[in-house]
């Protein structure tokens, strides 16, 4: 039987809950423990592939296919482990779950009420979860912030398993402490109050989490103890750290695993955080930079520039430029200024490599198209990923292989040269508007060439990786491209499906359809994005 940990946001949304569930999860890990980890989340959408990535950040894929919340990639890189399916709900996998049943007369007559019914849903997939992955400690965290109405009814799952369970479920509280410029002191007053809600929902914390930009002092410790009813050793400082795979280490240092562990009443053994140690060491400490672009478009909202829509991407450049000791510099690039300002893609020059991400549509995919033929011609190193092989094989038709008119035909379905083309098995889908979780999603085998980067990349025949698309390679194509020059340089078993390209004599120039970074962890960069950055260090 798992022991549960429910973490809840207070204050303000933000404030980083996901890496302090994930950083929890890995110190617990380095006990000895089996951790898995659960994130719930309050809107209706069933899952996170039909939101805005600027508004929602990042849409997560799981190797069995599920699209998530990019918390999920959190506890994958932090937990190293795969997660799956059942560990992501959203208040509208609840509810429709809970109607199906209805449906199926599996409440035998009774009358369905959003209380109890909608939590013990709840509280049945939080254990699934956590039986599934043969877990000694679940995580769970819960999306939104407390005090909000939508995420009400996972806090009443929390604290009905708290009263049926005491001893195997805990609460902890992530919260904010402002430093107000003119006032110059750490307030403590809106987590007090961020506990106080949380105790109308019946729950008092056991351990507070304290974000800040300063570390907490012990005058504000005692008072957010006392006023909040929880020990003063359970207040736990959690200053801005320079970099979020520090936070585990942040927390050991407050001996957080043992306070858990004592609280749960187990045995833990003797940590093992050394290579995590170190590899935040060699974080710390690189000075020599390496400059990749990333050409994309969900950057901007208003005023401000958030690159959360790429974060597994960001993730992997920076877990491939440490290990090969290099300081990332990620300069962020709007495709769609390379269209209103040819000029603009000469600034790739000043790169070391450069990607281009996933996306989808029309706009900015012909400053991608150019920026791909820049890096092409100028032998820029270059990784495209899934969108990004697309816009490679529609640069390489056009420019490398005459094929004027080349398109996909998402943006022009009576193109010329259809050279990227909608998938059989998603053809119906998209003509009757059945777009919710109806990609082709989660893990693939791809068979790759013997004279590949990719394999030597690899070290591997054959590999699986994450996919999240309706399009691919139009293989009435094949044979003029690779006349050209263009590489197969993986496929799917049935070699129907193209899974990456490559521009052979380029220092490198690799391209896949599905999604690397999803797979990259801290301590075991991707294959395709290490070998990517140690070309593009070359090239410096
Ligand atoms: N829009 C493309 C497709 O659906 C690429 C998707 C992606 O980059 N994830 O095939």
């Known amino acids: 039987m798992s022991k549960f940990i429910f973490v809840v946001g207070g204050v303000m949304s933000g404030v980083g809950k996901g890496t302090a569930t994930a950083s929890m999860g890995k110190i617990l890990q380095d006990k000895g423990f089996k951790v898995t980890a659960i994130k719930v989340d309050p809107y209706i959408n069933v899952d996170a592939g039909t939101m805005n990535p600027v508004e929602h950040g990042e849409v997560f894929v799981t190797d069995d296919g599920d699209e998530t919340d990019q918390d999920i990639g959190t506890y994958e890189r932090f937990l190293d482990t795969n997660i799956c399916k059942e560990n992501y709900m959203t208040t509208g996998r609840v509810y429709k779950s809970v109607i199906e049943r209805e449906r199926n007369l599996e409440y035998g007559g009774k009358c369905v009420e959003v209380v109890p019914h909608v939590p013990e849903e709840i509280i049945n997939r939080i254990k699934l979860a956590a039986e599934k992955a043969d877990a000694d400690i679940t995580m769970i965290e819960v999306g939104g912030t407390v005090g909000e109405y939508q995420n009400i009814l996972f806090l009443e799952a929390a604290r009905m398993m708290h009263l049926s369970n005491p001893k195997d479920v805990l609460f902890v509280l992530v919260s904010y402490l402002p430093i107000p410029d003119k006032i110059g002191e750490m307030k403590t007053k809106p987590t007090q109050y961020a506990a106080r809600t949380l105790n109308s929902a019946g729950i008092n914390p056991d351990i507070i989490v304290a974000r800040s930009s300063k570390a907490l002092d012990e005058p504000r410790k005692e008072k957010i103890a006392v006023f909040c009813s929880v020990e003063k050793e359970d207040i736990i400082s959690a200053p801005d750290a320079d970099t979020v795979y520090e936070v585990p280490m942040i927390f050991k240092d407050q001996d957080l695993a043992n306070r858990i562990i004592q609280k749960f009443e187990l045995k833990g053994k003797d940590g093992n955080g050394d290579k995590w140690e170190k590899i935040v060491n060699t974080i710390k400490t690189v000075k020599e930079p390496v400059k990749v672009g990333v050409a994309g478009k969900y950057f901007s909202t208003g005023d401000f520039v958030l690159t959360d829509a790429y974060i597994s991407v960001l993730e992997a450049i920076k877990h491939a430029a440490w290990f090969h000791d290099r300081k990332p510099e990620i300069v962020w690039m709007n495709s769609e200024e390379f269209e209103q300002d040819k000029e603009k893609i000469k600034e790739i020059n000043n790169l070391d490599g450069l990607i281009i991400p996933g996306g989808f549509g029309s706009r900015g995919i012909e400053g991608k198209i150019d920026a791909i033929q820049y890096v092409r011609e100028n032998k820029v190193p270059y990784l495209g990923l899934c969108y990004g092989m697309q816009c490679a094989v529609i640069e390489f038709a056009r420019n490398a292989a005459g094929l004027d008119g080349s398109q996909t035909t998402e943006i022009d379905p009576e193109c010329e040269h259809p050279v990227i083309h909608i998938m059989d098995e998603q053809r119906e889908k998209v003509t009757k508007s059945d777009y919710g979780g ?41 044979d003029i491209l690779t006349e050209k020059g263009l590489m197969l340089a993986g496929r799917s078993p049935d070699r129907t499906l193209v899974e990456i390209v490559e521009v052979p004599g380029h220092p490198f120039f690799v391209a896949s359809q599905f999604h690397p970074e999803f797979k990259s962890r801290p301590l075991s960069p991707h294959p395709l994005f290490r070998d990517f950055i140690k070309a593009a260090i070359e090239r410096k």
């Open 438 to 478: 109806t990609m082709r999603l989660g893990a693939y085998p791809c068979v790759l060439h013997p004279d590949s980067v990719s394999r030597k990349a690899y070290g591997e025949k054959e590999v699986s990786e994450r996919h999240r698309h309706r399009y691919e390679f139009n293989n009435s194509y094949r």
